[in-house]
């Protein structure tokens, strides 16, 4: 999965044909629809289904990182069945890549082959928990209490321990994969930055 900067907002530089070198700037079209969306994104969230600004944030954190692990863990086992050869290991990949199968699903499939730790399988239990957590909120007058691992998720511990965990978890998995991505879940020099306690 390659990372790149988005096609249509910005300023950004052309790198191929007759205009290389100049810049591209964003249509107005795909601005005034950026607008919109975000508009509509701030009305569902202030009015229809209020919640804090925090919690909002923190949905979107823990969406994205259950993504991005689910996409490796998908590698990984991929690359898992082509090492290991087996009619139910095929099957349950073409369900992966043509059905629907469930996030836990696939981490208890993981979990059984010895692709994760029992550590790493609670990790993924605890983000799922919370994912379904969120997904499901329904307007309240305060703010919502999630917890990672025995813990208030809302802290600055907490959200360092959520994202060193992934970050690990996802090294390992585009290990097994052999992919090469090079962003981390945790950004170059944050950690550092705000005081985090290094990875052993």
């Given amino acids: 999965m390659a990372t790149r900067e988005a096609r249509r907002f910005g300023a950004r530089e052309v790198t191929h044909g007759a205009k290389k070198g100049s810049l591209h700037v964003a249509l107005k079209r ?13 009305y569902l969230s202030d009015r229809a289904l209020p919640r804090e600004p925090e919690d909002r944030a923190l949905a979107n954190l823990t969406l994205i990182l259950q993504n991005i692990v689910e996409y490796e863990l998908e590698r990984s086992i991929d690359s898992y069945v082509k090492a290991n ?33 029992d550590n790493e399988w609670r990790v993924l239990e605890e983000i799922r928990i919370i994912r379904n957590a969120q997904t499901h909120a329904r307007p309240e007058l305060k703010r919502r209490k999630y917890s990672y691992f025995g813990k208030p998720l809302l802290t600055r511990k907490s959200i360092q321990r959520l994202f060193s965990d992934f970050n690990s978890l996802v090294r390992k998995l ?23 306690t290094p990875e052993p």
């Fill in 85 to 117: 050869p087996d009619k139910k290991y095929a099957k349950f990949l073409k369900r992966i890549q043509t059905d629907y199968v469930t996030f836990k699903a696939k981490f208890d499939w993981a979990r059984a082959r010895n692709l994760l730790t």
């Fill in 30 to 42: 795909y601005l005034t629809l950026l607008g919109e969306l975000s508009f509509l994104q701030e």
């Fill in 174 to 196: 585009r290990t097994q994969s052999g992919n090469r991505q090079r962003w981390d879940v945790i950004p170059p020099g944050y950690a550092e930055e705000m005081g985090w």
